[in-house]
């Protein structure tokens, strides 16, 4: 699977957007670009997957650039309970290799 | 209510005692995966089975066992070699391995050696 690449944390204020930004130069033609939050201690929570077109569900936005080697997980509106761990992965839906993600923090 | 259980949430052993994990789901899925997470780091694939009576090594298998003996049970065994076995350990399952499908977690065990 091909490894990504993510900041390390990032702060955004309640009530804005949230952007968080994946690298995946070397995604392969048939590996989607998953993001999973997790809150401290808890089991990652799947929030959204894509393999070219940007995708939408009711906790977030992905945009995934033409070339495929980045994407961007979207909060609209985030909220106080947004603050995880927010973790891009790129698979075929087997293996998954999680990294140490972005910690997000939502300030009030 | 469909989902993952892991058991307990909390677990304390010894230094040398084999303990055993258990992990259910009641989704159908056919996918099952083990993953072991330490403090500030990600999570890594310890062992996955994509089928009953089939099972594969991720990237730190050593150490560990596995059984697939039913659909909906993927119990994980930490032996006695397994040489730093103090972690938060996750399983997860998705309808099948591969082919761009999703995989839903359990709330985690965190294992303590003593």
């Known amino acids: 699977d091909a490894k990504t690449t993510q900041p390390t944390s990032m702060d955004c204020a309640e009530g804005r957007a949230a952007n968080l930004p994946c690298n995946h130069s070397?995604?392969?033609?048939?590996?989607?670009v998953y993001w999973y939050r997790q809150i401290h201690s808890q089991g990652p929570q799947y929030i959204i997957h894509g393999l070219k077109n940007n995708e939408t569900n009711e906790m977030a936005s992905l945009i995934i650039t033409e070339d495929r080697k980045s994407s961007t997980l979207i909060l609209p509106h985030a909220t106080l309970r947004d603050t995880a761990v927010y973790y891009c992965i790129a698979s075929t839906g087997n293996q998954f290799y999680f990294g140490t993600g972005t910690s997000l923090t939502v300030i009030p | 209510d469909g989902g993952i259980t892991q058991s307990p949430k909390y677990l304390f052993r010894k230094e040398g005692q084999n303990v055993t994990l258990s992990c259910e789901q009641n989704l159908n899925h056919d996918a099952m995966y083990w993953y072991r997470q330490d403090p500030g780091q990600g999570l890594r694939l310890i062992y996955y089975s994509q089928i009953v009576n089939d099972f594969q090594k991720g990237d730190i298998a050593e150490g560990y066992s596995v059984s697939r003996e039913k659909k909906e049970s993927f119990p994980l065994t930490v032996t006695s070699a397994q040489k730093n076995p103090t972690a938060f350990y996750l399983c997860?399952?998705?309808?099948?391995?591969?082919?761009?499908?999703?995989?839903?977690f359990g709330p985690g065990t965190r294992l303590t050696v003593l």
């Open positions: 070397t995604i392969s033609g048939n590996e989607y």
């Open positions: 997860a399952s998705s309808i099948e391995g591969g082919t761009g499908n999703e995989q839903f």
